[in-house]
């Protein structure tokens, strides 16, 4: 059975910074691309970052592009996404997906039931 | 970026009912849309993907059309675990847009 548990969210200060981690089992990790999605309280669904089997590609929306980094461990069969300069805008749940293929493209099938981060003074 | 525009936004329906849902692309994605089913407080889960693909342990009463910019979600035969929310997302090019949702209701 595919498992994803989100870890590391919280309460922040602006301008600070957080890493999420996804630890992954049920599958062989490395096979799969992985995907990082949140979701604002009441709000709709918004891609935050996406990552290749192999890490040979990453992609990011335009509101974290260069704020957040996302990387893998496939030894470690984790999934990290580390968030500099948060703003309370960046407040959610984060969801770690594995996708459906080694590659970014295509969507993903499995999802983690989030960790909240909570960017406030 | 590709915008996803879902409609419509929330719609009222009764057990039994067929309910479509469209979603439409900015800009051509071939196949590359999935579908999600939210219910609140908890993740979402994958319908449809490839536009017309039926995921694995999702019933028949669900189905997926549509290819280039212009796509839709059928539910046949609403039953009451139906009630959630539905997005639509682009798997084509990054970033890897979401529609707004559409709330199906009683």
């Known amino acids: 059975e595919v498992q994803l548990v989100e870890s590391g969210g919280g309460l922040v200060q602006p301008g600070r910074s957080l890493r999420l981690s996804c630890a992954a089992s049920?599958?062989?990790?490395?096979?799969?691309?992985m995907h990082w999605v949140r979701q604002a309280p009441g709000k709709g669904l918004e891609w935050v970052s996406g990552?290749?089997?192999?890490?040979?590609?990453?992609g990011y929306a335009d509101s974290v592009e260069g704020r957040f980094t996302i990387s893998r461990d496939n030894a470690k069969n984790s999934l990290y996404l580390q968030m500099s300069s948060l703003s309370p805008e960046d407040t959610a749940f984060y969801y770690c997906?594995?996708?459906?293929?080694?590659?970014?493209?295509?969507?993903?099938?499995?999802w983690g039931q989030g960790t909240l981060v909570t960017v406030s003074s | 970026d590709i915008q996803m525009t879902q409609s419509p936004s929330s719609v009222s329906a009764s057990v039994g009912d067929r309910v479509t849902i469209t979603c439409q692309a900015s800009?051509?994605?071939?196949?590359?849309l999935a579908w999600y089913q939210q219910k609140p407080g908890k993740a979402p889960k994958l319908l449809i993907y490839?536009?017309?693909s039926l995921q694995s342990g999702v019933p028949s009463r669900f189905s997926g059309s549509g290819s280039g910019t212009d796509f839709t979600l059928t539910i046949n035969s609403l039953q009451p675990e139906d009630f959630a929310t539905y997005y639509c997302?682009?798997?084509?090019?990054?970033?890897?847009?979401f529609g707004g949702g559409t709330k199906v209701e009683i």
């Open positions: 997906g594995k996708g459906l293929s080694a590659a970014i493209y295509g969507g993903t099938d499995h």
């Open positions: 049920g599958f062989i990790f490395d096979d799969y691309a």
């Open positions: 990552i290749s089997w192999n890490s040979g590609s990453t």
């Open positions: 800009l051509g994605i071939s196949n590359w």
């Open positions: 490839a536009a017309s």
């Open positions: 997302q682009q798997a084509n090019s990054f970033p890897l847009t």
